[in-house]
């Protein structure tokens, strides 16, 4: 079955520091990889997709995440934390039904 | 502006009472979702359609149900048979091709009292 995890709960950083939120995926098939970032009380807004082609996908706030297929992983990264980008974070992945499958969520929290 | 509109954004209703979620949107897309939302446990699927008058149950069906009448309308209603329904309720929708994202509205976050 086509699952998603994210294996941290919470991830703490400094602003001006790199981020990582972690992603791992299964699936059968090529994968169609997402990310999304929701603020409280919000719905969910887009940040980036992974497709096809270039391992390294660019995506909206400064955001990339990088694939990788014999890890079967798609983490999100950002070379330099906002205050701002304080957020709960989703990855999820494309079922055959074309259904999105969500993780359960990771919630980023960037410290002055 | 394109986007999806979810209403009412706060709900309260006592046990036994059913609810219905209005989900409307102007993006001309062809698949419509309904997700519920639990603190720790992600993004759930109630139901989904991928055209009009025609609809999938997703992983949590159960005490829910749906119609989809209009391309732009996919209310949600939440029926006395659901065991547990206070949560925050997302609709969402997309072209209906496996590389489309998904757009979201707002939620709706119902407590039953």
């Known amino acids: 079955a086509q699952s998603v995890a994210q294996p941290e709960d919470q991830v703490n950083v400094a602003e001006g520091n790199p981020l990582t939120v972690k992603c791992t995926y299964s699936v059968s098939g090529n994968p169609y990889l997402f990310w999304y970032v929701q603020y409280p009380n919000r719905g969910l807004q887009f940040l980036l997709k992974y497709i096809t082609g270039d391992n390294l996908v660019k995506g909206s706030y400064g955001f990339e995440a990088e694939f990788n297929k014999s890890q079967t992983s798609f983490h999100l990264k950002k070379p330099s934390a906002l205050v701002s980008d304080s957020a709960l974070y989703f990855c999820a992945v494309r079922d055959r039904r074309r259904k999105l499958i969500f993780g359960q969520g990771t919630e980023l929290s960037v410290k002055p | 502006d394109g986007g999806i509109t979810q209403s009412p954004k706060y709900l309260f209703r006592k046990e036994g009472q059913n609810v219905t979620l209005s989900c409307e949107q102007n993006l001309n897309h062809d698949a419509m979702y309904w997700y519920r939302q639990d603190p720790g446990q992600g993004l759930r699927l109630i139901y989904y359609?991928?055209?009009?008058?025609?609809?999938q149950k997703g992983d949590i069906a159960e005490g829910y149900s749906v119609s989809r009448e209009k391309k732009e309308s996919f209310p949600l209603t939440v029926t006395s048979a659901q065991k547990n329904p206070t949560a925050f309720y997302l609709c969402?929708?997309?072209?209906?091709?496996?590389?489309?994202?998904?757009?979201f509205g707002e939620g709706s976050r119902l407590t039953v009292l």
């Open positions: 359609s991928q055209i009009v008058n025609d609809f």
């Open positions: 969402a929708s997309d072209h209906g091709g496996e590389a489309g994202e998904l757009f």
